[in-house]
């Protein structure tokens, strides 16, 4: 769930699911925060 769920707002690719949120720009959190909603209820 967690990978479909960074796949979904492109940020699964080229280990970028590895690196800790405070390494994120604004716009990356941003995506970040919708792919952890996604993961509780990806309806």
Do not use: C, T, W
């Amino acid at each position: 769930a967690v990978e479909e769920s960074l796949k979904s707002v492109n940020l699964f690719n080229g280990g970028v699911g590895d690196k800790l949120s405070g390494k994120y720009s604004g716009g990356m959190k941003r995506r970040l925060s919708v792919a952890i909603s996604l993961i509780g209820d990806p309806q």
